[in-house]
């Protein structure tokens, strides 16, 4: 099978990476102690049988499969997983610590920070209880686990592969990166699939199926992943049958693609696309008053089954349904014009002006098309009263930077992608700290996330981020607009892809007649 | 001639040292760095920082620029952003797509575009000029992005020609030179020499088509021009036969400024190959820069933009050679 990536890999060593065309592709060859049940984003096991969290979520145990071997031969054990989290919490070198961005954001330090780490470390030690059990220690409960441990970055490597190719020699050479043998040629996991090939030329990357006791058996002996930038070329691709299958159609294409007989599968929707708000910039903003106005006066129901692809729902709070802390009885604010402008007069903010930025030049899946949003949103700014500043930037052209570094818009569209089942993981990104996007503090808020974040997995964490959940919605330091499910497409002859929230489609149930 | 090589190529060094030093101020004053690039979309600005500062994109410009051109004296311009690899063999490796559609490109409009030029200009004001006129300046005005897209959604699937790639994807075909078809044609790959083929065609043509129309309206031009000279009237009035008269001077001296353009365009290709490799997905030099611009990938738009520099000033020698090869007089001077 053939499918269609639209980027480039950057290397294939997990730890090093954070993207979502690099974990598509580590996913089909390695594994994780835990993994999400296909379509879910719920746990499920994977190299590890069980897991149990004890000591208030400070230690972990995981209870290993028995008879797995890494793709190179060398047994998968208790040892492995240990010199796995020990590799990452000893990892030497500016270079290499800078580009371990999910290790940084879940464990925070390392044994010695170098560069510009600076976080005190959440890992403890790693023990060998047992040949099939191995037990992580950890300094301070992180409520991002388990779930956590379902991230592709922390796949469990072969250590002998590791050793032998010098896996951790990530060095910066001038003003980019070199990295080793085995992050470009040999990683070693224990997936359904092995690495073969990287062609540069060809933009193809090819993975076989992997024999040697696997975690699953792959139906497909051969996969590959071709790199086509370019949407519409994907498209081309397809119709062509040169591939079969890409990533991110247009949602203005689902309706052509299904009348030639294409598959377009809809993910479970993981993210949120949210209006937000700079109390910083805009002092009448401050007033919670003219937030909830905002809140009253968009008319998001309208706005999601006008302009949103099918299975895209109206938010009603920053975490997507999927997420353990979801709420339903948060403060809701259906559409109600009058009552917002009543609000506005209140607040003596009738008549204001917003400097409402959006991006360009960019495609979200929680943001199919910036400018139609802005216009649709913005039009009900416009029947607020709300007089309206159009600022449109390219993405990486600055917009990134006058909003979240500088703050100088009032409003702004912007969103979020979830990486696993955790509501910190939403929440905690947007309201843990003082931001220059949102320009507010608030302590109590600020507080309440960071204990959410440290109650341990179960129930009390969960209970902890329905609370935050309830605040946030009542402070309303910016507005959820909705839930967008990004969709996969594969041809007709295609079968047994899973579209996940997660964008973990796993191919070694796949068959193509 | 090789004192004229020589002094060609000692001028080159100052045109790319200025060059690069242009190059290098534009990259850093797009707005956006690769550290947003390189960290993804979840990138925090802290993050973005740290990692500037490591990279040393935070250094004042010019000692950025000194760091840059004491490496780049030695070869080395690092390696990419994108894809981790040395910049220089990435180069390597996309170079031979470039190459073979840039060549096919011009076999196309040079093979097209004199005799039409030729024959537009013979019958100067009839219908057949009318027509390569107007083909011609349609040629030029429409972008190359919007014909490829047009080429791939119109000719494509009634044609059956393949609309993107320089190969079927999974085919396993051996690289040799990295010319997709010459290889197949070495290794007697028969299959994938033909599956290069009509992977090249589309882009071909539509890289082709500014080139091309270029060519037309400047042969017609200087066939004109030429035409209407006095050693003309006197070959005419000679008694020589209209098709030598045709051949030996109308054709030989009309040619000459379309040897100029020819080299000019060929320097332009590359310009042209970023949008059409773009398109049709075919992984050659153009696409890399593409893709270079998008994430920032400072080391490989820094080393593309030089090569480009680089073969710009090449072929403009390649082209003073080639007048002294056409035109006598100019090797006289």
Same mark, same amino acid.
């Given at each position: 099978m053939v499918f269609g990536a639209a980027g480039n890999p950057k290397t294939f060593d997990p730890l090093f990476n954070d993207d979502g065309e690099t974990f598509r592709i580590i996913r089909q060859m390695m594994d994780t102690l835990i993994m999400n049940k296909p379509g879910t984003a719920d746990l499920e096991p994977g190299l590890a049988e069980k897991w149990e969290g004890s000591n208030e979520g400070k230690t972990w145990t995981f209870t290993l499969k028995k008879g797995v071997k890494f793709h190179d031969g060398t047994p998968f054990n208790a040892e492995a997983v240990c010199f796995n989290f020990n590799r990452m919490f000893n990892m030497k070198g500016a270079a290499a610590q800078s580009q371990m961005i999910y290790y940084g954001d879940v464990? *925070?330090?390392?044994a010695k920070n170098e560069g510009d780490a600076s976080g005190d470390p959440v890992f403890k030690d790693c023990q060998?209880? @047992? *040949?099939s059990t191995a037990v992580l220690n950890l300094n301070k409960a992180k409520g991002a686990f388990p779930a956590a441990f379902t991230l592709p970055s922390f796949s469990i490597q072969s250590p002998d592969a590791l050793k032998k190719y010098n896996a951790d020699a990530v060095t910066q050479s001038g003003d980019s990166f070199s990295y080793p043998e085995y992050a470009l040629k040999h990683p070693t996991g224990t997936g359904p699939f092995k690495f073969e090939s990287w062609d540069q030329a060809k933009g193809e990357i090819t993975l076989v199926k992997a024999t040697d006791s696997p975690t699953q058996t792959a139906k497909l002996d051969k996969l590959v992943f071709k790199v086509i930038p370019d949407e519409n070329a994907r498209k081309q691709a397809l119709k062509a049958g040169d591939i079969q299958g890409y990533d991110y159609p247009s949602p203005a294409d689902y309706g052509l693609l299904r009348n030639d007989g294409e598959q377009v599968l809809i993910r479970p929707s993981f993210n949120i696309l949210y209006l937000g708000i700079n109390q910083k910039n805009n002092p009448k903003l401050k007033d919670l008053k003219v937030r909830q106005a905002l809140a009253y006066g968009l008319n998001r129901d309208q706005f999601v089954k006008s302009k949103l692809p099918e299975g895209a729902e109206t938010a009603t709070q920053f975490v997507p349904k999927a997420i353990d802390g979801y709420n339903e009885n948060v403060t809701k604010y259906d559409y109600n014009l009058q009552k917002a402008k009543d609000l506005l007069k209140e607040a003596g903010a009738e008549g204001m002006t917003l400097k409402f930025y959006y991006p360009t030049e960019v495609t979200r899946p929680y943001m199919p098309n910036p400018a139609d949003i802005f216009t649709s949103l913005s039009e009900d700014m416009k029947a607020m009263g709300i007089k309206v500043e159009p600022v449109a930037k390219p993405w990486n052209g600055g917009y990134k930077d006058d909003v979240q570094k500088a703050g100088k818009h009032d409003v702004h569209l912007l969103g979020w992608t979830g990486d696993y089942n955790d509501a910190g993981n939403f929440v905690g990104t947007f309201f843990g700290r003082e931001k220059p996007e949102f320009g507010f503090t608030n302590p109590e808020l600020f507080s309440a996330i960071s204990a959410a974040d440290a109650a341990p997995a179960g129930e009390t964490h969960t209970k902890a981020y329905q609370e935050v959940n309830q605040k946030i919605m009542e402070y309303l330091p910016a507005i959820p607009i909705s839930y967008g499910p990004p969709a996969i497409v594969v041809g007709p002859k295609v079968k047994g892809l899973v579209a996940s929230?997660? +964008? @973990? *489609?796993?191919?070694? +149930?796949v068959t193509v007649n | 001639m090789l004192r004229f090589l020589v002094r060609r190529l000692l001028q080159a060094i100052p045109t790319l040292l200025i060059l690069s030093i242009l190059i290098f101020a534009w990259l850093r004053s797009l707005p956006g760095g690769p550290a947003g690039a390189l960290l993804g979309?979840?990138?925090t600005p802290e993050k973005i920082a740290d990692l500037n500062k490591l990279l040393g994109l935070d250094d004042p410009i010019f000692v950025q620029y000194f760091k840059f051109l004491g490496r780049a004296i030695t070869g080395d311009f690092g390696n990419s952003l994108v894809s981790a690899q040395p910049v220089m063999s990435e180069i390597g490796n996309f170079l031979p797509a470039t190459i073979e559609l840039g060549f096919c490109a011009m076999l196309i409009a040079v093979g097209l575009g004199i005799p039409f030029g030729y024959l537009s200009a013979r019958f100067r004001g009839g219908a057949v000029d009318n027509v390569i006129i107007v083909l011609s300046l349609v040629g030029v005005a429409v972008p190359v992005f919007f014909l490829g897209y047009m080429m791939q959604d119109l000719l494509a699937a009634p044609l059956g020609l393949p609309s993107q790639g320089r190969q079927m994807a999974g085919l396993d075909a051996t690289t040799v030179t990295g010319f997709a078809v010459l290889d197949g044609i070495i290794t007697q790959e028969w299959d994938a020499a033909w599956d290069a083929l009509t992977h090249l065609i589309l882009p071909a043509f539509a890289l082709a088509t500014i080139p091309l129309a270029v060519i037309v309206r400047i042969t017609r031009a200087s066939v004109l021009d030429v035409l209407n000279e006095d050693f003309i009237r006197t070959a005419n009035s000679k008694g020589l036969t209209q098709p030598i008269v045709r051949r030996r001077h109308v054709l030989r001296n009309g040619l000459l400024p379309v040897v100029t353009v020819i080299g000019l365009q060929t320097g332009a290709l590359l310009g042209g190959a970023v949008l059409t490799e773009r398109v049709f997905n075919f992984r050659g030099l153009g696409f890399l820069l593409a893709e270079g611009i998008e994430r920032r990938d400072y080391p490989r738009l820094q080393a593309l933009l030089l090569f480009g520099a680089l073969v710009y000033v090449l072929v403009n020698m390649l082209v003073d050679i080639s007048y002294g090869l056409i035109d006598p007089r100019v090797r006289v001077r």
């Open positions: 464990f *925070e330090g390392f060998v209880k @047992d *040949e929230p997660l +964008t @973990d *489609e796993r191919f070694y +149930t | 979309d979840k990138a």
